[in-house]
């Protein structure tokens, strides 16, 4: 399994946006897998931010519920998010992060198998 690649991190203000894109290591076209982000504050715990599986079906964290959306295309084998009206709060690391054992359901706390190395997300206020 290759290594996730995720880009489009960077700083933005409060109540801008910005759209992470990423490679994740599975193949998106075929066989069962449950692919999200995770984010992680330096000497924090990680938090789960969304997740989808092979079927479409999506998860948030509510405290991104409404503001974030994920998305794939699985032509290009590529993993989206898209993060409006972002706040100070959501300044973090985010993974783009993949499984396909099935031992949980998908959700953005499960505990994904792969990671990227992370893309930086800053927003100020």
């Known amino acids: 399994q290759r290594e996730p690649e995720e880009s489009g991190g960077g700083a933005v203000q409060a109540g801008g946006s910005l759209n992470l894109s990423c490679k994740p290591s599975?193949?998106?076209?075929?066989?069962?897998?449950?692919v999200g982000w995770v984010r992680q504050v330096p000497g924090k715990e990680r938090e789960g931010v969304s997740s989808?599986?092979?079927?479409?079906?999506?998860n948030y964290a509510v405290a991104v519920e409404g503001r974030f959306a994920v998305s794939k295309d699985n032509a290009k084998n590529a993993l989206y998010l898209q993060m409006n009206n972002l706040k100070p709060e959501d300044t973090a690391i985010y993974y783009c992060?993949?499984?396909?054992?099935?031992?949980?359901?998908?959700?953005?706390?499960?505990?994904?198998?792969?990671w990227g190395r992370g893309t930086e997300v800053t927003v100020s206020s």
């Open positions: 992060t993949a499984d396909i054992n099935g031992w949980e359901p998908c959700r953005p706390e499960m505990r994904f198998a792969y």
């Open positions: 989808i599986d092979h079927e479409g079906n999506i």
């Open positions: 599975v193949s998106l076209s075929h066989g069962s897998y449950c």
